[in-house]
Nanobody
Framework: QVQLVESGGGLVQAGGSLRLSCAAS????????MAWHRQAPGNQRELVAR???????NYGDSVKGRFTISRDNAKNTVDLQMNSLKPDDTAVYYC???????????WGQGTQVTVAS
């Protein structure tokens, strides 16, 4: 089992910045994938950014150039730096951890990000 705890959400004005953090604990493997997804009301959950244990990253098209994902393998944490925020970025943001051996994915409880226009 893996537990994920997110922090850092809140209310920000358009153009502002927020930093989300996620700490993983439990049965952590050295090879894994951590990611941030988001879900706005009425929309499907979508990938925001993904980072592999080796450091490779992927970003959703809507956040490229504005968001940066990073991780600390020693601390089992993943952060999402969000800059130039837009009202369309308003959503609940979820941290995920995928075990690269079993392919099982674990989810955090989510943290609300609201961007005011």
């Amino acid at each position: 089992q893996v537990q994920l705890v997110e922090s850092g959400g809140g209310l920000v004005q358009a153009g502002g910045s927020l930093r989300l953090s996620c700490a993983a604990s439990g049965s952590i493997r050295s090879i894994n994938v951590m990611a941030w997804h988001r879900q706005a009301p009425g929309n499907q959950r979508e990938l925001v950014a993904r980072i592999y244990s080796g450091g490779s990253t992927n970003y959703g098209d809507s956040v490229k150039g504005r968001f940066t994902i990073s991780r600390d393998n020693a601390k089992n944490t993943v952060d999402l730096q969000m800059n130039s925020l837009k009202p369309d970025d308003t959503a609940v943001y979820y941290c995920s951890y995928m075990d690269y051996i079993t392919m099982r994915t674990y989810w955090g409880q989510g943290t609300q990000v609201t961007v005011a226009s």
